[in-house]
């Protein structure tokens, strides 16, 4: 599979500067899934990778907010931050290797399951998948747009599906390949316009919620 990426000089400099710093850490291996293989790191400071591969050399870089890096460091707290099973031992499919790991510094603390009926392991494990469908949605949104400019409008519409169900994270890092796809006409009409109603929907803040007097 052919990515191209550009990572921002920022990006890279926070990696480096936050490799001491606390991480979570998580990866599920289920053969003939597609991906088989997906691995994801959450760093404290909120930068994240995803990469399909032990090996993978070109992995996706993103920066979630700190209200999405929040909520995942403090499932893994009430966690006990995997110091202990959370493999539900019942009888039941197999759903893939799953683990979960916390770093920080010399301390690390790691677990491995395929079902859980701990809700804060359900909770964290959600919050992993939602990443990684994220990131699956910009693989195929990337890809069209460089090598199938047919396929792009079934690719905007599978993360407009997302974004309706909240299955999106760092929704931000979309905007400029939107932006480029709205204002290129190369592309055809309605995935043009999808792609720019997308971008304002991603850009438009979210309501206030009202407060009793």
Known sequence: MIRIFTIPPLLLLCSAASSAAPRLFYSKYFKSSVPEFAAITVERSGLATYQEAKDDDNPIHLQMTEAETQAMFDLAGKLDHFQHPIESGLKVANMGTKTFRFEDGTEKHEVQFNFSVDTSAQALLDCFE????????????????????????????????????????????????????????????????????????????????????
């Not at 979309?174 to 850009?203: Q, T, V």
Request: a negative charge; aromatic letters at 4%.
């Open 130 to 213: 939602r990443i990684a469908e994220t990131e699956q949605d910009f693989i195929a949104l990337d890809r069209t747009a460089h090598y199938d400019k047919l396929g792009v409008n079934d690719a905007l519409l599978s993360l407009e599906i997302s974004l309706d169900h909240n299955r999106v994270v760092a929704a931000q890092q979309f905007l400029p390949l939107l932006d480029r796809i709205g204002k290129n006409e190369s592309y055809l009409h309605i995935a043009r316009e999808r792609a720019a109603n997308l971008a304002d929907a991603i850009r438009k803040p979210p309501p206030q919620e009202k407060t009793q007097p």
